[in-house]
């Protein structure tokens, strides 16, 4: 092996050696590390409309905004049904079929020109007895009569979701029944620290 080639050779290994560092400085916040609720979403396919990874965003128990997407069934050419068809279509209501939210009705919200639905723009406050974990049954309720139930999960107000509640989102306005207790403080969204080894 000659002697230039054995630089070559040496200074390519101090280069790596050089790089490693920062191209595996990633921060203490991995992407791996974040929840990704749209992936771990329920999904609900109906005759008329499908509703794509809804989750209520709770800012402490009892108090969150219900977000996700709705859209028009693929078979329903969403350009040429016009706004009296479109308003079939409409999101009316949600139930927790287990209780664990007061009943929202009269919600009028109806899908866009190309057929969709986005529960994000604006949400749906709710309140209740639930907390962040927490897997609740909700049935949305369409002008045309069409219920769809899906499994919905409750997250906190952080990473991803952080910011619904707050500006360009509602807030809920009506406080839950006395018979239903309330933790007043808020989530914390500071990542958890382990305790020492050993």
Same mark, same amino acid.
């Given at each position: 092996? =000659? =002697?230039?080639? !054995?630089?070559?050779?040496?200074? &390519? ?7 490693? *560092? &920062? ?26 409309? !499908? ?18 997407? #709705?859209?028009l069934n693929p078979? #329903? ?9 479109? &308003?079939?279509? &409409? ?17 009028? !919200? ?17 309140? @209740? ?6 897997? #609740? ?7 045309? @009569?069409?219920?769809? =139930? ?5 997250? =906190? ?14 807030t809920p306005t009506?406080?839950p029944s006395p ?15 382990? *305790?020492?080894?050993?």
């Amino acid at each position: 092996m =000659t =002697t230039h080639l !054995r630089r070559k050779l040496a200074l &390519a290994g101090i280069l790596a050696a050089l790089a490693a *560092p &920062a191209l595996s400085a990633c921060g203490d916040h991995y992407a791996t590390d974040r929840q990704n609720d749209l992936a771990n979403g329920a999904f609900v396919m109906g005759n008329g409309m !499908r509703i794509l990874a809804p989750r209520i965003v709770a800012s402490q128990d009892g108090k969150g905004i219900l977000i996700g997407s #709705i859209a028009l069934n693929p078979s #329903i050419d969403a350009e040429t049904i016009g706004s009296q068809t479109a &308003a079939k279509y &409409a999101l009316t209501g949600v139930t927790a079929t287990n209780g664990a939210f007061n009943a929202v009705t009269g919600i009028n !919200r109806k899908v866009n020109n190309h057929g969709i639905l986005l529960l994000a723009h604006g949400g749906i406050p709710v309140t @209740g007895t639930f907390q962040a974990g927490d897997i #609740i049954p909700i049935t949305f309720q369409f002008a045309d @009569g069409e219920q769809a =139930t899906v499994q919905t999960i409750v997250v =906190t107000d952080c990473d991803y979701n952080q910011g619904a509640g707050q500006s360009g989102f509602l807030t809920p306005t009506s406080d839950p029944s006395p018979s239903q207790e309330v933790n007043p403080g808020p989530y914390s969204c500071a990542f958890p620290k382990l *305790p020492p080894i050993g």
